[in-house]
Every structure is written in C-alpha cells, then in structure tokens.
C-alpha cells in the first residue's frame, strides 16, 4: 500500500481493495457466552436478537481486533450499546426516524439499528475505506455507508437526521472537534439527538490496566509525565502520536469544559458512563 498519496493524510486505506473472507452469523459462536457482555433481556430476548440478524461477521483483523476471538461477545457489545441508546430514547419519548453511526467501522452497531430497531433509515460513514467496503459488501443494501474523511464535513442535508452517534471518535479528534458538532447541528433535525462517547476527568481518575487505553497511554512520553495527576492538566487534554496521519491522538475532556464549550452548539442533556465503563456518553440536543 502505499501511504503517500494524499486521501491517505485525511483517510485510512485509500488504495487498498477489501480482500477478506468472512465468519458465520452471531449463532454461530453463542458457545462463546461468557458473561461478560450482557444486556437486559427484557428489552430484546437473545433468541429473537439471533433471529433476525444471520448476517456475517468480520474476522477478527476486519474489526480492529475488538473481542480478540470471542466472535459472540464482539455481536453482543453492539445489541449493549444499542440497546442503551434505544432505552434512553424510549425513556425521554424521544422518536427516531434516521440514524448515522459516524466511525461505523464494520457495523458493530449500525447492524443492530438494521435489524433490531424500528429506524426508517440507517447510515454509517468512517475514515477507512475497507470497513466501508465490508459493510457494503456483506450488510444489507438498506444500510447507507459511505467513506468520510477528518476535515468536518459529512456529504447530507441541513435537518436530515434525528440520531446521530460518535463510539470512540471524539476520543481521537485532536483537532476541529468544534467544527464537528458545528457539522452535527447542521445536519441534526431539530429536536435530534448526538450520542458522543469520551474519555472524561472520569475516566482519567478511574483508569485501570485492564482498560485498552490503559497500556497504549502509559507509552506516550507526555502522559507519562502527568500520568501521577489527580486530574486531567488542562480542560482538553491531547496526547498526539508520531504520525502524521488524522486522527492520531487520544483525547481527555473536563466535564465542566464539556457543559460550557458543546453546551454552546447544542443543548447538553445528559452526561454519565457508557457501558463497560471505559468512557462516559455526552447527550446533546438540537
């Protein structure tokens, strides 16, 4: 592959074509329960989750190694996240129509809006070109997915989207995250909806080794420094990496900076820790 050419410097894998093979649907590896991803069956029974998604899953290097070889546990931490979006929405009566995953990567979540939810349309983008392509070549042709890049422009209408959601992406937006949500207001409907995980003053306290931050951080030179600190040294607090692609940093936020600075572009709602607890979801609405 070769990394010089310029899609490269504000995408991933430009020039590279999907050559992959694929694993068996979701009941398939339902041996590999282990209990360490759950969700509350009374709001989607396994059986019926099982169901209706007998769709393919990626191996293991097509999904940037989340869950190692636990197939089963990779499907169920999408039905989690989804599924605490969708209580949330149920509990606020708030109706969604149109979703965008934005960092869709290979539809961990965007299939579970397909097939477990009642959404009219469902849309996922990311800045790798190989996760768009496995979504297109191996998910429902309902799913739109599309290629975006990290300069904060998204190709749909003003007022087009009632839901839009960000899992580890402002964790990694080391420059123009104000630009983003100023993207995100645009296209959100009014009354819509951002679901945006950080890594928070949270998580910066409560940091564990058997966290995956946890080992790539204490890497970095400049965490290193700070990593003694009671508190993150400053509002946004960006750690960049020798690399002179995108989106190459990790990222930790205040949560009285968070309320102040998005709270400008949108109502900030709610803020509390995803699941696991890794990071903590920002509720912004339009």
């Not at 339902?30 to 969700?39: I, K």
């Not at 058997?210 to 508190?231: M, V």
């Not at 709270?263 to 709610?270: K, N, P, Q, Y």
Request: charged content about 25%; overall charge negative; aromatic content about 14%.
């Amino acid at each position: 592959m070769r990394s010089d050419i310029w899609e490269n410097f504000i995408s991933l894998n430009s020039s590279l074509e999907l050559k992959t093979s694929v694993l068996g649907p979701a009941s398939d590896y339902v041996a590999q329960a282990d209990g360490s991803v759950v969700w509350n069956e009374s709001l989607l029974p396994r059986d019926l989750a099982l169901v209706r998604d007998m769709a393919p899953l990626p191996l293991e290097r097509d999904r940037e190694l989340y869950y190692g070889p636990n197939h089963y546990n990779y499907w169920a931490s999408g039905i989690r996240d989804y599924l605490q979006i969708r209580d949330w929405l149920d509990t606020h009566a708030i109706v969604v129509e149109t979703a965008l995953d934005i960092g869709c990567a290979s539809g961990r979540v965007i299939r579970h809006f397909h097939y477990q939810s009642d959404f009219d349309k469902v849309m996922g983008c990311d800045i790798n070109r190989l996760h768009v392509d496995w979504v297109i070549r191996y998910l429902p042709k309902e799913i739109t997915v599309f290629q975006n890049t990290s300069i904060p422009y998204l190709p749909l209408p003003d007022e087009s989207v009632d839901l839009v959601t960000a899992f580890s992406v402002f964790t990694h937006i080391e420059s123009f995250d104000t630009t983003w949500l100023m993207e995100l207001r645009r296209i959100l409907r009014p009354g819509g909806i951002a679901w945006l995980t950080v890594d928070s003053d949270r998580t910066w306290r409560e940091i564990k080794p058997s966290w995956p931050l946890y080992d790539p951080l204490n890497r970095h030179s400049e965490y290193q420094k700070h990593a003694g600190l009671s508190d993150v040294p400053a509002d946004r607090q960006v750690y960049r990496w020798s690399d002179e692609k995108s989106y190459s940093a990790n990222i930790f936020y205040r949560e009285k900076y968070l309320r102040g600075a998005w709270g400008r572009f949108m109502s900030f709602i709610d803020m509390f820790p995803a699941i696991p607890f890794f990071q903590d979801i920002v509720v912004l609405r339009k």
